[in-house]
């Protein structure tokens, strides 16, 4: 299968067996507002890049049809580069659809190879089930990034020492019904009592 370079999309992207019958069941035009069928090729990404190691682009599956609890995002990712942090959702699992390219996958301690047709699972859980997934040199990667949209959650981000929460949505969520958002080292922690003489 050829791979289109990256920030191009075509029918080739969808042409393997396990892609191409997936994209199939999600076809059809972005824009009919709580529609149960989105056509992927049609979605309008939006680029995020942080420094020189994170980039990708990105487009909402699932809310544009209406979903709250379930959450699914479509994601391109450049080669030798990742989308976000190497973090852990307290509250939500996820689960990656791998489309398209070939990376890498940090789970917990080890790395892992994936490629087209692999389903990566993250369960919620601590540090154990941090997890990042990097683009391979040579293509970029394209993936389906499912979770449950449970909040509060409290992400952890362990090569930075820092704690996210999130209330009123979920990471990826509405922003306009987030009632907090705050990201803080862990070593900034104060005592429950500290203030309240």
């Known amino acids: 299968?050829?791979?289109p370079p990256y920030g191009v999309r075509s029918t080739h992207l969808f042409?393997?067996?396990i892609a191409g019958s997936f994209a199939e069941?999600?076809?059809?035009?972005?824009?009919k507002s709580m529609h149960p069928i989105v056509?992927?090729?049609e979605l309008p990404l939006q680029t995020q890049s942080h420094g020189g190691a994170y980039e990708a682009r990105t487009a909402a599956v699932a809310a544009p049809s209406g979903a709250k609890r379930l959450g699914a995002r479509y994601v391109e990712i450049p080669p030798g580069k990742k989308?976000?942090?190497f973090h852990c959702h307290h509250a939500n699992d996820e689960l990656f659809v791998i489309?398209?390219?070939a990376g890498v996958l940090r789970y917990g301690e080890e790395e892992h190879g994936v490629s087209a047709g692999d389903v990566v699972v993250c369960p919620a859980g601590?540090?154990?089930t941090a997890h990042q997934l990097r683009a391979g040199g040579s293509e970029p990667l394209c993936y389906l990034a499912i979770s449950t949209m449970n909040e509060p959650d409290v992400l952890e981000y362990p090569d930075s020492g820092k704690v996210a929460v999130f209330a009123g949505s979920a990471p990826g969520g509405e922003k306009a019904a987030r009632r907090l958002e705050l990201t803080v080292r862990k070593?900034?922690?104060i005592g429950y009592w500290e203030g309240e003489e």
Do not use: F, T
């Not at 069941?25 to 824009?31: A, F, H, R, T, V």
């Open 83 to 85: 989308a976000w942090p």
């Open 39 to 41: 056509h992927l090729r």
């Open 187 to 189: 070593n900034a922690a």
């Open 126 to 128: 601590g540090v154990e």
């Open 15 to 17: 042409s393997s067996s």
């Open 1 to 3: 299968m050829s791979i």
């Open 25 to 31: 069941k999600l076809e059809i035009s972005q824009g």
């Open 99 to 101: 489309l398209a390219g």
